[in-house]
């Protein structure tokens, strides 16, 4: 298994790292949370000639397949894009892959008619709108045998009701991917269907958009979808066809988003170091104390641990498909959460007063550690999963005793050279 590169690329890469350093970080600080709205005409002036230039490099976009219509660069470049796109918040909007329009792009690239393509995945691929999930609802969301949201056919039309929780970016969103009930009387997993619906559509109303974290600007929205008529032609995937499609999202979703993760520790384990190096207290730097040291040989040994398992479950995406690296990229879930979690702790912790301060990205990326876990699904949810597939490969011990019980181990072994 080999991760590195041709030299083209690995030339297209060296020029990402500049662009993003140079380039789009200064925007995190100038316009800090305006990536994900829709930009004025200020904004467009100094937003469009960077998109240009990662267009003029063939960067835009790389998250499709060729198949899909995309660049066709595969999982494992996109990992090793990622890990640079993942320092800024800008960056995954400069060039075309942002949460969570990739994943939308995905499934509408993958289940979506001509038409469809057409009318919603052309302009979100061009990066003139931005798009939405709902999924979720108030009364549950790791669960989706709990959402109640219906969609009911009359004539021509499909009419949904019910409610969403949670949907990320529905105020800049110029449409929707639902998630309703079809038929609540199938099997669980083919109760659903996947809608698309435009966000202008009448009866769809934003209850209220929910801050996280103590962030009051609210970025998640509590949707009501009232009466809200789409044409049968709303209907994206097979009627019924819900699970596979979410299925298939937010497996590209998850580990997309992973290996933005390494950016964003690998960016707080760098900081970290540096304070080590540069802080003096107690007689002699930060980095001279054990204690130090070992918080920064675990911070590093946990990145590499991570990195790689994302390096080789985007290798094994592109030998195979999301679908059979589900067990790999759960686990990529699983530790990006806590690898995040452990990385940015300590280096907060190393930096003191500095590190909870808002004068370092620090406090901002801690901030996000708790979403980590829940968002795509609760950290147990997939450690579920991942024990479900990996107990596939075994079964219980034949009689009483492990099957490694050394007493009858002893005796088989003894009785095999008996003769002797
Ligand atoms: C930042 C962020 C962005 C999000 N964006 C979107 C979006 O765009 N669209 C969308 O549809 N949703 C979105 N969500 C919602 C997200 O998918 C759900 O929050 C998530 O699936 C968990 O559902 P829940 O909040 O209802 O928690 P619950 O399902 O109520 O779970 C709560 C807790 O119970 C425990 N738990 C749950 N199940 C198990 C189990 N099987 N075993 C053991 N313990 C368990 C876990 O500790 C879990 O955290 C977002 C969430 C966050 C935080």
């Avoid at 019910?162 to 038929?183: L, P, Q, R």
């Avoid at 009448?202 to 970025?219: A, F, K």
């Avoid at 690296?325 to 530790?335: G, L, M, S």
Wanted: hydrophobic share 45%; aromatic share 8%; with cysteine.
């Amino acid at each position: 298994m080999d991760f590195s590169v041709e030299p083209e690329f690995q030339a297209k890469l060296d020029w990402m790292d500049t662009f993003i350093r140079e380039e789009v970080e200064p925007l995190d600080l100038v316009f800090p949370g305006q990536a994900y709205g829709t930009p004025d005409e200020r904004l467009r002036k100094i937003v469009d000639p960077l998109k240009e230039q990662v267009r003029a490099q063939g960067l835009w976009a790389c998250h499709l397949g060729s198949e899909l219509g995309g660049q066709g660069f595969g999982q494992l470049r996109l990992a090793l894009m990622n890990e640079l796109i993942g320092r800024s918040t800008w960056a995954p909007v400069i060039f075309g892959c942002q949460a969570p329009d990739t994943g939308n792009a995905e499934i509408i690239a993958m289940y979506g008619t001509a038409a469809q393509k057409e009318r919603y995945l052309r302009p979100l691929l061009d990066g003139e709108v931005f798009s939405a999930y709902s999924m979720t609802e108030p009364q549950g969301g790791s669960d989706p045998r709990l959402f109640t949201m219906s969609a009911a056919r009359d004539g021509e039309e499909w009419v949904l009701d019910g409610e969403k929780y949670f949907t990320s970016n529905a105020h800049n969103a110029a449409f929707f991917i639902v998630m309703a009930v079809t038929d609540p009387e199938a099997h669980p997993y083919k109760r659903m269907s996947m809608f698309l619906v435009p966000s202008d559509t009448p009866g769809v109303e934003i209850v209220r958009n929910i801050g996280t974290m103590g962030d009051r600007s609210g970025h998640h929205a509590h949707l009501r979808y009232t009466g809200v008529r789409v044409g049968v032609d709303a209907l994206l995937g097979e009627e019924g066809g819900a699970f596979a499609v979410a299925q298939a999202r937010l497996g590209g979703g998850r580990v997309h988003h992973a290996m933005r993760t390494v950016a964003a520790v690998k960016k707080a384990f760098d900081m970290m170091c540096e304070r080590a190096l540069s802080r003096a207290t107690h007689d002699g730097v930060l980095a001279g104390k054990q204690l130090v040291q070992a918080a920064i040989a675990d911070s590093y040994l946990q990145i590499q641990q991570f990195r790689l398992l994302v390096l080789h479950t985007a290798w094994l995406i592109d030998q195979s498909s999301t679908r059979e690296a589900r067990t790999q990229i759960a686990a990529c879930k699983v530790a990006a959460a806590r690898v995040f979690h452990d990385v940015v702790y300590r280096a907060m912790h190393l930096h003191g007063a500095l590190g909870v301060s808002n004068d370092t990205p620090l406090a901002r990326l801690w901030q996000a550690a708790p979403l980590m876990g829940i968002m795509d699904g609760p950290t147990e949810v997939h450690q579920a999963s991942i024990a479900r597939r990996v107990l596939k490969d075994y079964s219980p011990a034949p009689g009483l005793w492990p099957t490694e019980y050394l007493p009858d181990k002893i005796a088989a072994a003894r009785a095999k050279y008996a003769d002797i």
